[in-house]
Structures are given as structure tokens and as C-alpha cells.
């Protein structure tokens, strides 16, 4: 018997989907990328944006229509909410939450259907924490994502992920540690540690859990004894907890990738308070003037939402100002849009859409001014890279740096493919670097 799994969403709902994938492997299906011929289709949605609810209607609307040719089984699961979820029990034959994946075998069997055999030994309780003890099926065999955290307790007035996912639980370090070393012991060249706070990790069990940056310093440690090349990255931090201890330990270890995510959402400390986001312009940027002090090669990333209800030309000015003073390696961009659930839901959306198209592009532009600027300085340097893939460029291949600076470079050597290696940039545009493959042998100087 076939399956077939559509994912929607952020990082998170991919790492789910990996564990996912286990559990239905275990009972006896098979992957298909072909959806038409599965007997067992699901989908892992996002109720944060309404742009991938809408697309889980398109496809379980053709997958319905399939039920009048042929017998199959459709789930959904995810990060739902409550009226999404509602609605979807009319369409989907089984509709539950990701912590309730343990239980997908027994589901199916009591919904009539026999699987081909059951493998796993899974406990008959269900919950996030009996879902972070399945080994997911990985989709890459040199990157990763390893949930470390799951819900959120910021309540940011946006957001709909506290309704979605719950409060925020830390899952056992010792568990996540496992994962990674074995991860780093099979090769694996890219780890990233996921959360809705990621540097809330520990909070809610103080005393019994280590901090956050205990388990990055833990995972340094282990690194510097493995001497095996790997990066570790994590996201998403909240301005709120981020503290410079966690700078002080990524200092410390090479492992610990100079890259920094930073979601900042707005410039201006009105909206900010609006937003319930906890942290001004001042804390954000006393953050940023200690990562320029203690990862001086580091990149950062953030986010930012235009558009929020009320948002005046002036605040946008603002936002426009701490983006120039900052200057972002790269921005996640969205113009707003209200999600049922979240507080902001019920406030009038009062910047049409065209005003909000507009302000996306100027900070986009805005953003150009400065990355062009700073990806030209690595023209002539030497810089390590991880090949990801053929590029859309026929002939080429292409990766990211250690803060993912995606490079380009001319070779059909797909063995390269997972590997760290070392390019001379000859080539710079505002998002991206061209480069030429360093010989083995060659001394490098490695810049990130």
C-alpha cells in the first residue's frame, strides 16, 4: 500500500513531517510521489497564514473527488486551529493534532482499514513528547531539523501558533543531544534546532532542565571533540529572551554557526506594543550591537510584517530607519493578514492592499541597498560552502555559506553534493554569490 504527504508551512511542520513519515512506514506503506495512486493521503497544515489553508482546500477537494474511482484514507494534522479544524472534520476522514501522530495506527485500524503490518512499538499514550521519541525519516542525508521546543507563550497579537500548538514545552535535552550527535556522527553537515521560542528552551522546567544556552554549550563541546566540520543554527530566538550568554557560547565553538535569525516585526515601539511583542527598538537594538561585537562575521536575518492594522506612514518610516541602521543580510517580508484566533482578528484590517504591496518592496529595495554592498566585500576572498544541489543554471551547483549566503559555482560534480567545500567569490549580486571551486589542495582563508 501507497501513501503520500503534502507539508505546509514553516520549518517546524517539515521536521513533524519526517516523524511522520516513520510512523507511516512503520505500519507497512510506502512513499509515492505520485499522490494519484496512494491509498493513504495526508496533510500537515498551517493555520498561520491563510494562504496554505487555502491550498489544503484545493487538495482535499480533488482528493474527494478521487473517493468516487477508488477506495483511500485522507488525515490532516498540523498546526490547526480550532475553527479550521471544525471544518475540516467535514472533509477529511481523520483530523487530529501532531502530538496525537503516535496514535495515526490505531486511528486507521478503528476507521476499518488494514494496514499491511505494524513495526513500530509505539505506547498507547500519545502527546508531543511520545511524538519527539519517533526517529524521523529524514529528507536529506546532510541537513536536519530537530525540534527542541513546541508552542509558544508570547501571544504576540498576530499570531495564531499559541492556539495552534499550544503552550511553550521543552522537549528532554537528553534526547535532543542524542539526536544530534548521532546526526553529526552520520555525516549530517547541517543541524538546525527548531522552536516556536527556541530560547525559551528550558523555562518552563527550571530547575529540572538545562538552559538554553547549556544545551548550545553542551552540543559546542561536542563538536570541538568530534572534529568533524558541521554547522548548527537555530530558530526562531525572541528578542524578548535573548540574552548575551547565548552570544558568549556561540563565540566559543566553531560548530556553532554565526548566524543569527532576530525576528524583529516592526521598527516602531508603538506598533511593537500593539503587536504584544514584548521588547522596544532599544532592547532590539542594544541585541544587535552585541552581536556585532562578539560575532563580528556574523549574519542576520529577521522578520518583519507590514501592513498591520493601523500602521501609519510614519511608523513604516521607522521601520525603514532601524532596517538602515541594522542593515539586514535578509528580511522575511509579509504583508498582514489576519488569521482567526489571534487577538489582531478582531481589529478592522485598515491598509489596503496595495499600500502594503508598496511597503514590502521599499524595504526590499532598502534591504539591497546594503546587502549589495556587503556581499561585494567577499569578491577575491576565500569562503567555505555547502553544496545543496544542482543549481537552475544548467552546469552549476549551488549551496549556502555558514550564514547562508547562497553561492553558485560552475560544476556537474554532483558528489560535492552534501559536502563542505571552498570557492573564490569572483561575483556578487544583492542575494547572492558566484564563485569558483578551490582545489583540495589549496590554502584557503575561510570567511563566513
Known amino acids: 500500500m501507497l501513501y503520500h504527504i503534502v507539508t505546509f508551512g514553516c520549518q517546524m511542520n517539515l521536521s513533524d513531517g519526517e516523524r511522520t513519515k516513520k510512523v507511516i512506514e512503520a505500519m507497512g506503506y510506502q512513499w509515492t510521489d505520485n499522490e494519484e495512486e496512494a491509498q493513504l493521503l495526508g496533510i500537515l497544515a498551517c493555520?498561520?497564514?491563510?494562504?496554505?489553508?487555502?491550498?489544503?482546500?484545493?487538495?482535499?477537494?480533488?482528493?474527494?473527488?478521487?473517493?468516487?474511482?477508488?477506495?483511500?484514507?485522507?488525515?490532516?494534522?498540523?498546526?490547526?486551529?480550532?475553527?479550521?479544524?471544525?471544518?475540516?472534520?467535514?472533509?477529511?476522514?481523520?483530523?487530529?493534532?501532531?502530538?496525537?501522530?503516535?496514535?495515526?495506527?490505531?486511528?486507521?485500524?478503528?476507521?476499518?482499514?488494514?494496514?499491511?503490518?505494524?513495526?513500530?512499538?509505539?505506547?498507547?499514550?500519545?502527546?508531543?513528547?511520545?511524538?519527539?521519541?519517533?526517529?524521523?525519516?529524514?529528507?536529506?542525508?546532510?541537513?536536519?531539523?530537530?525540534?527542541?521546543q513546541n508552542g509558544c507563550d508570547k501571544f504576540c497579537a498576530f499570531c495564531a501558533v499559541p492556539y495552534t500548538r499550544g503552550r511553550e514545552v521543552s522537549r528532554p535535552s537528553d534526547e535532543i543531544l542524542e539526536e544530534v550527535y548521532r546526526l553529526v556522527n552520520d555525516g549530517y553537515k547541517s543541524i538546525t534546532l527548531l522552536g516556536q521560542n527556541v530560547n525559551s528552551y528550558g523555562l518552563d522546567k527550571k530547575?529540572?532542565?538545562?538552559?538554553?544556552?547549556?544545551?548550545?554549550?553542551?552540543?559546542?563541546?561536542?563538536?570541538?571533540?568530534s572534529?568533524?566540520?558541521?554547522?548548527?543554527?537555530?530558530?526562531?530566538?525572541?528578542?524578548?529572551?535573548m540574552t548575551e550568554d547565548v552570544l558568549d557560547v556561540i563565540s566559543q565553538y566553531s560548530c556553532l554557526a554565526n548566524w543569527i535569525h532576530l525576528p524583529l516585526q516592526s521598527g516602531d515601539d508603538h506598533v511593537l506594543i500593539k503587536m504584544n511583542r514584548k521588547h522596544n527598538t532599544e532592547k532590539y537594538l542594544r541585541i544587535v550591537d552585541a552581536v556585532r561585537q562578539k560575532l563580528?562575521?556574523?549574519?542576520?536575518?529577521?522578520?518583519?510584517?507590514?501592513?498591520?492594522?493601523g500602521e501609519t506612514e510614519e511608523q513604516m518610516e521607522n521601520t525603514r530607519k532601524i532596517f538602515r541602521m541594522v542593515g539586514f543580510n535578509m528580511a522575511y517580508i509579509a504583508t498582514y493578514s489576519s488569521r482567526p484566533g489571534a487577538t489582531s482578528s478582531r481589529w478592522e484590517d485598515d491598509i489596503p492592499l496595495s499600500v502594503?504591496?508598496?511597503?514590502?518592496?521599499?524595504?526590499?529595495?532598502?534591504?539591497?541597498?546594503?546587502?549589495?554592498?556587503?556581499?561585494?566585500?567577499?569578491?577575491?576572498?576565500?569562503?567555505?560552502?555547502?553544496?545543496?544541489?544542482?543549481?537552475?543554471?544548467?552546469?552549476?551547483?549551488?549551496?549556502?555559506?555558514?550564514?547562508?549566503?547562497?553561492?553558485?559555482?560552475?560544476?556537474?560534480?554532483?558528489?560535492?553534493?552534501?559536502?563542505?567545500?571552498t570557492l573564490t567569490i569572483n561575483q556578487a549580486t544583492p542575494f547572492a554569490l558566484d564563485g569558483e571551486l578551490v582545489p583540495v589542495h589549496s590554502t584557503t582563508l575561510s570567511l563566513s
Open 47 to 148: 493555520s498561520v497564514r491563510q494562504k496554505a489553508i487555502d491550498r489544503v482546500y484545493a487538495r482535499i477537494s480533488r482528493w474527494n473527488k478521487w473517493k468516487n474511482k477508488r477506495n483511500l484514507l485522507t488525515f490532516v494534522s498540523g498546526c490547526l486551529l480550532e475553527s479550521d479544524r471544525g471544518k475540516f472534520l467535514k472533509l477529511f476522514d481523520l483530523v487530529f493534532p501532531t502530538e496525537e501522530m503516535p496514535g495515526l495506527p490505531d486511528m486507521i485500524s478503528r476507521y476499518g482499514v488494514v494496514t499491511p503490518l505494524s513495526k513500530m512499538n509505539l505506547e498507547d499514550a500519545t502527546g508531543i513528547y511520545q511524538f519527539w521519541k519517533i526517529d524521523p525519516s529524514y529528507k536529506s542525508n546532510f541537513e536536519a531539523f530537530v525540534p527542541i
Open 207 to 225: 530547575g529540572v532542565e538545562i538552559s538554553f544556552p547549556q544545551l548550545l554549550e553542551k552540543i559546542g563541546k561536542f563538536g570541538d571533540q
Open 227 to 241: 572534529q568533524k566540520q558541521f554547522w548548527v543554527y537555530f530558530t526562531s530566538p525572541h528578542p524578548r529572551d
Open 296 to 309: 563580528p562575521t556574523a549574519t542576520l536575518f529577521t522578520d518583519i510584517i507590514v501592513g498591520f492594522p
Open 356 to 421: 502594503k504591496k508598496d511597503r514590502l518592496h521599499i524595504l526590499t529595495e532598502d534591504m539591497k541597498d546594503y546587502t549589495r554592498v556587503y556581499n561585494n566585500q567577499y569578491i577575491g576572498k576565500n569562503l567555505e560552502v555547502l553544496v545543496y544541489g544542482p543549481d537552475k543554471k544548467a552546469g552549476y551547483l549551488s549551496g549556502y555559506t555558514e550564514g547562508k549566503i547562497g553561492v553558485r559555482f560552475q560544476s556537474d560534480d554532483e558528489s560535492l553534493i552534501g559536502n563542505i567545500v
